[in-house]
């Protein structure tokens, strides 16, 4: 069977909510530019809670998007890097920033209009 995403029992539909999840976009572009310790994603990324951080890496670990390594100190350090696989993605992620970023003004305009009527 073809994989579609059209079919919500189709593996390529769980695929695609976890790279469309907001936190899941924000997790791989920070990890863009190399290995971050999960406090440096937390600064980053405001608003995620600690919940949802722990619940988006594990996620991305799982889906083989993300590496992640424990070293034995005190206090214990984990890094958390893209693999291969997570960083094929870049691209796409990044392109939704440009945009995003790009049309924001055009977007907010188009939702006051909406909102007026």
Do not use: F
Request: proline share 3%.
């Amino acid at each position: 069977m073809e994989p579609n995403v059209y079919d919500r029992k189709c593996g390529s539909r769980q695929v695609l909510d976890r790279i469309g999840d907001r936190w899941s976009v924000l997790v791989v572009l920070t990890l863009a530019d190399g290995v971050k310790r999960y406090g440096d994603l937390a600064r980053r990324i405001d608003g995620i809670s600690q919940k949802m951080l722990t619940q988006t890496l594990r996620g991305l670990e799982r889906d083989g998007l993300l590496t992640r390594e424990v070293h034995a100190s005190v206090p214990p350090r984990v890094d958390y890097a893209l693999t291969d696989l997570g960083r094929s993605l870049l691209d796409l992620v990044s392109g939704l920033e440009v945009w995003a970023t790009t049309h924001l003004a055009e977007v907010e305009a188009a939702r006051a209009r909406y909102d007026a009527r």
